[in-house]
């Protein structure tokens, strides 16, 4: 069946650093895919998605890159902030379907 | 504008005990779902529904489960009994088109409430 699969956290970075979040799917066709983020004590937020091969999803100097030939879905960004700590989450759509969800990765930056 | 309200926002009960929780959307939109999330892990679908009917319900657990929808619109989960590993965060979701976007695979936008934390002891 479908389903994605994130590094496991908790990721622990300081301010300013580079961040790499991995996400790799199994999915039959051609699922979009998708970043959300949930802050603490606030619900889940589309961060960024990307529907089709090379596209590139950005927001808030988030970045990830469909990759089929990979299946994955990188998330980066060049320069954390404390501002970014929360639950990170993966996840893939097929048409039709409900979102699935990878099981998130923990982000605690400090200053 | 899309938001969903739910409630409550918390509640304790013991196990075997029975409890619901409400969804419900500010405006109407075909599309609903609920999600259940384990502290820890990703939300995993519970039900989905189209207008008032079930489009996919395979992971829930109908023996304890239950969820309706109400004239297309409201929606309620239902638990009965209760066990200790129902404790979770329940997410009720609905779709809207995405602005500016052609009608069609994936162009939906998911609008998430607050969510439901339950804890069963």
């Known amino acids: 069946g479908n389903s994605v699969t994130q590094m496991e956290g908790p990721v622990t970075l300081s301010e300013e650093a580079f961040l790499t979040i991995n996400c790799t799917y199994t999915?039959?066709?051609?699922?979009?895919l998708f970043w959300y983020v949930q802050y603490p004590g606030e619900g889940l937020q589309l961060l960024l998605k990307?529907?089709?091969?090379?596209d590139k999803g950005s927001n808030k100097g988030f970045e990830a890159t469909y990759r089929k030939e990979t299946t994955s879905f990188h998330l980066e960004k060049g320069s954390v902030q404390v501002s970014d700590s929360a639950v990170y989450f993966c996840?893939?759509?097929?048409?039709?379907?409900?979102?699935?969800f990878g099981k998130g990765t923990t982000l605690s930056v400090s200053s | 504008e899309a938001g969903v309200a739910q409630s409550p926002r918390y509640k304790i009960i013991e196990k075997r005990q029975s409890v619901a929780f409400w969804c419900n959307p500010i405006?109407?939109?075909?599309?609903l779902y609920w999600y259940q999330q384990i502290l820890g892990q990703g939300p995993k679908l519970l039900i989905q529904?189209?207008?008032?009917?079930?489009?996919?319900d395979s992971q829930l657990p109908k023996d304890r489960f239950s969820a309706e929808r109400l004239k297309g619109v409201d929606s309620t989960l239902k638990i009965q009994p209760a066990k200790l590993e129902d404790s979770a965060v329940y997410l009720c979701?609905?779709?809207?088109?995405?602005?500016?976007?052609?009608?069609?695979?994936?162009?939906?936008?998911?609008?998430f409430g607050s969510g439901t934390r339950l804890t069963v002891v």
């Open positions: 996840a893939l759509q097929k048409a039709g379907t409900a979102l699935i």
């Open positions: 999915a039959t066709g051609y699922p979009s």
């Open positions: 990307a529907t089709k091969a090379d």
């Open positions: 405006s109407g939109h075909a599309t």
């Open positions: 529904f189209q207008n008032n009917g079930v489009v996919d």
């Open positions: 979701a609905i779709t809207t088109p995405v602005r500016g976007e052609r009608m069609g695979r994936s162009n939906y936008g998911y609008t």
